[in-house]
């Protein structure tokens, strides 16, 4: 794309979490935002209204919008069942895609959008903001630096205080539109963040625990939570705990809770032979100068989501790979399934099988990435 031409932005849903995007490609002076598609035409008709999109390209079919409108850019952000076909559709009609976490419901899913994706020569970034942040980023450049020395313990969650904090959108909850609960909706941010700090080691075997300890409960107290949720429709997991095993003999410990009995998990860490670091703030351990120490590491104001949605349309506007390697997305989505494949089995240890086209993407750290 030339430099004077604007990006031509379309919507595949027009929830809260498109309005986000909304905000940031309004930021950006190469972007136009053109079109939206919404199932419920009244909400896609006001998502319109407040972002200056035209009335007549508010569409409830996303093939209609994409078929007539000559789009660059689509941002997907409809419940997590219905991320893998438009994207796909996108992607095959020349569209590139920004799609919310997780990349999909299922494994083969993602894997197939991954695909379309090396057909079609679009880009396609999976909406990890936490890729941007300023501790995971300094993290990542702490232990690819070898201070940490060989990995072999570690705790992941993303976030580890929701003592009420079940999404009070039916989507999120039944297993119809979202395929999945806690685990698919936060524990995809806490297998990004391990596998993206550690450079994604060789996963061997995986054993894993759901519960759905409070979301059926209909004496639970919501105040100070999010707000009610249906108990009557609830479906899913609220609660997870899984043990990934690596390759190297190294453990990974995941939990995480919608809502819990409970005011925190505690915070995430990696230890290794030589150091540890833990986040939240992000802090280094090791033996230096005859004492343990540690280290509060100082970092920059950054606005993840501002990277986020500003590295896609640099990608698209440019030419360039996508600012997150879709690849490595699709190994997560794989470690995801086995830990809910494990819980079928009642926890019964899993070996974790991937197919090739992922696995270049492994050990990132033996390689010098």
């Not at 003592?163 to 698919?184: C, D, H, N, S």
């Not at 061997?204 to 949720?229: L, M, P, Q, Y």
């Not at 794989?334 to 993407?361: M, N, W």
Request: contains cysteine; aromatic residues 10%; hydrophobic residues 40%.
């Amino acid at each position: 794309m030339g430099l004077s031409t604007k990006v031509k932005v379309g919507f595949i849903g027009a929830g809260g979490i498109a309005n986000v995007h909304a905000r940031y490609y309004k930021e950006l002076p190469n972007v136009e935002l053109v079109g939206v598609a919404e199932i419920v035409k009244e909400r896609g008709l006001e998502f319109a209204k407040r972002w200056n999109i035209p009335q007549e390209n508010v569409f409830v079919d996303y093939r209609e919008m994409i078929d007539k409108l000559n789009l660059d850019a689509v941002s997907i952000t409809t419940p997590h069942r219905l991320h893998a076909e438009p994207t796909i559709y996108a992607l095959k009609h020349g569209v590139n895609v920004l799609v919310e976490k997780p990349m999909a419901s299922t494994a083969n899913e993602a894997l197939e959008m991954y695909k379309a994706a090396v057909s079609s020569g679009k880009v396609l970034e999976v909406g990890f903001q936490n890729r941007f942040e300023a501790q995971i980023i300094a993290a990542k450049r702490i232990v690819s630096s070898g201070l940490l020395g060989e990995f072999y313990y570690g705790e992941t969650l993303a976030d580890g205080k929701r003592r009420r904090g079940i999404p009070t959108t039916p989507t999120f909850y039944t297993k119809e539109m979202a395929g999945g609960g806690v685990l698919l909706d936060l524990g995809c941010y806490a297998i990004d963040n391990a596998m993206n700090i550690l450079g994604f080691p060789e996963v061997e075997r995986i054993s894993g625990h759901v519960f759905t300890g409070i979301g059926k409960s209909k004496d639970a107290i919501v105040e100070g939570g999010w707000g009610a949720w249906d108990t009557e429709r609830f479906e899913v997991e609220d609660f997870v705990v899984a043990k990934i095993i690596l390759k190297n003999g190294g453990v990974l410990i995941l939990k995480e809770a919608w809502a819990m009995h409970n005011n925190e998990l505690g915070r995430p860490f990696y230890m290794g032979t030589r150091g540890g670091i833990k986040l939240n703030p992000l802090e280094v351990y090791r033996d230096e100068w005859g004492h343990m120490t540690t280290t509060t590491v100082q970092l920059p104001n950054r606005d993840p989501w501002r990277d986020k949605v500003g590295k896609f349309i640099d990608a698209v506007a440019n030419g360039k790979p996508s600012p997150i390697d879709p690849r490595e997305n699709v190994y997560e989505q794989f470690i995801l399934e086995a830990i809910y494949e494990s819980a079928r089995q009642g926890g019964t240890e899993v070996k974790l099988t991937i197919p090739d086209e992922v696995k270049p993407i492994l050990n990132q750290y033996a390689k010098g990435a």
